[in-house]
């Protein structure tokens, strides 16, 4: 539950860097977002949950 807690305070840092860092980027590429297809953003969010698990497990295998 520690790595879960963890885990998810590192991924609210990462989006505070984006929208506080760089405001404009970030409503830039939620733009973005909502012009893509579907199958394109399934697609990205697949990769990144498979690089993710891949990363999880080469760090704590």
Same mark, same amino acid.
């Given at each position: 539950m520690q790595d879960f807690l963890a885990a998810i305070g590192l *991924? %609210?840092?990462v989006e505070g860097?984006?929208?506080g860092g760089f405001p404009g980027l970030a409503k830039r590429l939620a733009g973005? *977002? %909502?012009s893509m297809?579907?199958?394109a953003l399934r697609i990205v969010g697949l990769a990144a949950i498979a690089i993710g698990i891949?990363?999880?497990w080469l760090v704590r295998g």
């Open positions: *991924v %609210l840092v860097l984006v929208y973005e *977002v %909502l297809p579907e199958k891949g990363i999880v």
